[in-house]
């Protein structure tokens, strides 16, 4: 009832223009290359926080889903992946289009994308507030062993060296203890500067690290531009058929790992175009243009980022970049996701979740027709769209607080996240400890108020902490490749 209820609000002509305009602007930035889902949320999200929470919160959904198809569809046409998961897509998808197959290639992303898009927001209605209940039973010790098991997931799966990712989570936490301290009302780590006692704002932060550090690694690539006919749109019985059974195959393989703490999308795909290819009949055709890889690829996304809002609406824990806004967005209404979600804010809630249904379904009727247009988008010159998307940026900087401060700050870390791409380092780790960074201060200071003891009298905090060593000890057992950033 509670859905239904949520799906008739979602079709009003207000909250439908919120998730078509949502999907278009999501789609438009989504196919330039170079610019993922983070990206292109963190980009649009400042222009955003005019409207009512519920507008807010369905618009930026919405966006997500519309930039990760436009990842798929400048890695499909012009090779140019727009986040690593649209990576996996590119090895089959460009392929056909080498091959006159773009249009097959481009119409089973948008179907795989939908039927994973359908299937997981129908997992999120169904499990979404069981693990909200769930956490009601969580305390402090229990808050402190998933925020560290979540920042340890994160360090494990993050494709660059353990070492590496920790020292990442560790500066991340640093930044987020900057401003005043809520036990003493003493400033801690501003060095005088008056404007970093209330903290860096997490807007300019992400802005930075993904709107402008993505523009600027980008400018150092240049992408192939598309010389071959989309030719046909819709594949042959065969083709579909193939794909959507693996589609279907990844779809439940990646709902299910989306639950936990540090998987994200880029390792959902990963794992499902991996373990496509290790159970077909003729893997030699994985990388030279099977339709399978593209719907893995895709499916995998989609379903992996939607069970991702589960720890989020259910527990608070964003599981990625991405999450984090979304988790900024509902803070910034004082709405905490969390245990109480799905009883003080049940219309909010379930109006998120059946917007999840109509987006999917406006992406599916919105994209494949305008295949052409996205198509002249994406072989647009970048040196031409590069100084546009940085001007929104500084644009969408300013907009949070009114300051110049902001602005300086998002360049400042636009070139933190230019270094770190270039040298290889990890941006997950740094963003989640920087979101998550305050609640396991927060709930290491309850613990020790209480008595240290408590711990010992607390099995969930023990069982986070063994599945974190256990996380890191696969990661290493099964060589997680070094591409798995989000």
Same mark, same amino acid.
């Given at each position: 009832m509670?859905?239904?209820?949520?799906? *008739? %609000?979602?079709?009003?002509?207000?909250?439908?223009?919120?998730?078509?305009?949502?999907?278009?602007?999501?789609?438009?930035?989504?196919?330039?290359?170079?610019?993922?889902?983070?990206?292109?949320?963190?980009?649009?999200?400042?222009?955003?926080?005019?409207?009512?929470?519920?507008?807010?919160?369905?618009? *930026?959904?919405?966006?997500?889903?519309?930039?990760?198809?436009?990842?798929?569809?400048?890695?499909?046409?012009?090779?140019?992946?727009?986040?690593?998961?649209?990576?996996?897509?590119?090895?089959?998808?460009?392929e056909m289009t080498k091959q006159g197959k773009a249009g097959p290639a481009l119409?089973?992303?948008?179907?795989?994308?939908?039927?994973?898009?359908?299937?997981?927001?129908? *997992?999120?209605?169904?499990?979404?507030?069981?693990?909200?209940?769930?956490a009601l039973f969580f305390g402090p010790a229990e808050y402190l062993g998933l925020g560290l098991f979540s920042l340890t997931a994160i360090a494990a799966l993050a494709g660059s060296s353990l070492l590496r990712a920790v020292l990442v989570a560790l500066f991340g936490m640093l930044l987020s203890s900057v401003g005043f301290d809520d036990s003493s009302?003493?400033?801690?780590?501003?060095?005088?500067?008056?404007?970093?006692?209330?903290?860096?704002?997490l807007v300019p932060v992400m802005i930075g690290l993904?709107?402008?550090?993505?523009?600027?690694?980008?400018l150092r690539e240049e992408g192939t531009l598309i010389t071959n006919k989309i030719g046909k749109l819709m594949p042959n019985r065969e083709e579909m058929r193939a794909g959507?059974?693996?589609?279907?195959?990844?779809?439940?393989?990646?709902?299910?790992?989306?639950?936990?703490?540090?998987?994200?999308?880029?390792?959902?795909?990963?794992l499902s175009y991996s373990i496509e290819r290790y159970q077909s009949r003729t893997p030699q055709r994985f990388g030279r243009g099977a339709i399978e890889g593209v719907a893995s690829s895709e499916a995998a996304n989609n379903a992996t980022a939607m069970a991702n809002l589960i720890p989020?609406?259910?527990?608070?824990?964003?599981?990625?970049?991405?999450m984090a806004l979304m988790l900024a967005a509902f803070t910034l209404y004082g709405i905490v996701p969390g245990p109480l979600l799905f009883t003080q804010q049940a219309t909010l809630v379930w109006t998120l979740i059946g917007s999840f249904f109509i987006g999917n379904i406006i992406l599916l009727i919105l994209n494949l027709p305008l295949v052409g247009l996205w198509v002249r988008?994406?072989?647009?010159?970048?040196?031409?769209?590069?100084?546009?998307?940085?001007?929104?940026?500084?644009?969408?900087?300013?907009?949070?607080?009114n300051s110049m401060f902001d602005v300086w700050i998002c360049v400042l870390f636009g070139a933190l996240g230019w270094t770190m791409r270039v040298r290889g380092w990890p941006l997950a780790p740094l963003v989640l400890a920087f979101v998550l960074g305050p609640m396991i201060e927060r709930a290491a200071r309850q613990v020790?108020?209480?008595?240290?003891?408590?711990?010992?009298?607390?099995?969930?905090?023990? %069982?986070?902490?063994?599945?974190?060593?256990?996380?890191?000890?696969?990661?290493?057992?099964?060589?997680?490749?070094?591409?798995?950033?989000?």
């Open positions: 509670d859905l239904l209820n949520g799906l *008739m %609000l979602v079709m009003t002509p207000e909250y439908l223009a919120y998730s078509f305009v949502g999907c278009l602007l999501g789609t438009l930035v989504g196919v330039l290359p170079g610019v993922g889902a983070a990206s292109a949320v963190a980009i649009l999200f400042p222009f955003t926080t005019f409207l009512p929470p519920a507008g807010m919160i369905i618009t *930026m959904a919405s966006i997500y889903y519309g930039a990760q198809y436009g990842g798929s569809t400048t890695a499909i046409l012009v090779n140019v992946p727009g986040e690593v998961s649209s990576m996996v897509t590119a090895v089959d998808g460009y119409a089973m992303a948008a179907i795989a994308s939908f039927l994973a898009g359908i299937v997981g927001a129908l *997992m999120v209605a169904l499990i979404g507030p069981s693990v909200a209940r769930l009302g003493l400033p801690r780590l501003t060095f005088g500067v008056t404007p970093l006692l209330q903290g860096f704002d993904f709107g402008v550090g993505e523009v600027l690694s980008s959507l059974a693996a589609a279907s195959r990844a779809t439940g393989i990646s709902l299910i790992l989306g639950l936990l703490p540090g998987m994200m999308p880029s390792i959902g795909s990963f989020l609406l259910g527990l608070g824990i964003p599981t990625g970049p991405t988008l994406s072989t647009i010159p970048y040196p031409i769209m590069a100084p546009i998307i940085l001007a929104i940026c500084m644009v969408g900087a300013y907009s949070t607080r020790i108020a209480v008595s240290p003891d408590l711990l010992l009298h607390r099995p969930a905090f023990w %069982l986070f902490i063994a599945l974190g060593i256990l996380v890191i000890w696969a990661s290493h057992r099964f060589a997680v490749r070094g591409e798995l950033t989000d």
